[in-house]
């Protein structure tokens, strides 16, 4: 059964720390993004990464940025958490094999800001 | 730039009864538009898909959607509903290079 893991299910912190957000899959993907969901605003894309250390802005960078050190590791990092990130975060990968591709999803990191 | 509409935020309907979720697409290119289904407390997975051939495409747990390039859209639907089908559903379009560009949802709400 293919996965894409998220390291928290639910995560409190507070303003000003900084914050890390670990996904991993284990289906070889070279696509990796994260995206934020928000009640009525659906997802919205942060950061995407298509191969090892490369990685490209979304809709809605600022305030974050991402690592991929490991092809199958792809980290969002919130560098001074601020009260406006409280959100679910997403982590999702998808191969690059064209645009029939299913995008596999984590089960989201509830992030709250306090 | 590629974007959908998902005009209805909550579509409540009762057990087995009919229901469509509407999705409008922009585009200027080839469109490649998908379906996903958040069920409580998970991620999304994928319902279904439309690249190209048949307008009328068939997905997982009994829904299809219908392709209509002259209206802009990718409309869902399920001839009957269970309370299981209670979810948010997210239409998307590939945007390129492998990025999805989402809806802002609609919630299914279905009650006995």
């Known amino acids: 059964d293919v996965k894409v893991t998220q390291s928290s299910r639910y995560l409190v912190k507070r303003t000003g720390e900084k914050v890390f957000l670990e996904c991993v899959q284990d289906m070889d993907h070279e696509n990796m993004f994260w995206y934020r969901q928000d009640p009525g605003l659906g997802l919205r894309l942060i950061y995407f990464?298509?191969?090892?250390?490369?990685?490209e802005k979304g809709d809605i960078p600022e305030g974050y940025s991402v690592s991929r050190e490991k092809k199958e590791r792809f980290s969002l990092i919130l560098e001074s958490a601020s009260t406006n990130q409280t959100s679910m975060y997403l982590c999702a990968s998808r191969a690059s094999l064209g645009p029939n591709t299913e995008a596999f999803f984590g089960q989201g990191t509830r992030l709250t800001v306090v | 730039a590629q974007s959908v509409t998902q005009l209805d935020s909550q579509v409540p309907v009762f057990e087995e009864a009919p229901v469509e979720l509407r999705c409008n697409y922009s585009s200027s290119v080839s469109v490649y538009l998908f379906w996903y289904v958040q069920y409580p407390n998970q991620g999304l997975q994928l319902l279904l898909k439309y690249l190209s051939g048949s307008t009328l495409v068939k997905g997982i747990n009994g829904f299809e959607a219908e392709f209509n390039k002259s209206q802009t859209s990718f409309h869902l639907r399920k001839p009957s509903v269970h309370i299981s089908d209670t979810a948010e559903y997210f239409c998307?379009?590939?945007?390129?290079?492998?990025?999805?560009?989402f809806g802002t949802g609609t919630r299914l709400l279905v009650s006995p």
């Open positions: 990464s298509y191969d090892v250390k490369m990685k």
């Open positions: 998307a379009v590939d945007r390129g290079f492998q990025k999805l560009v």
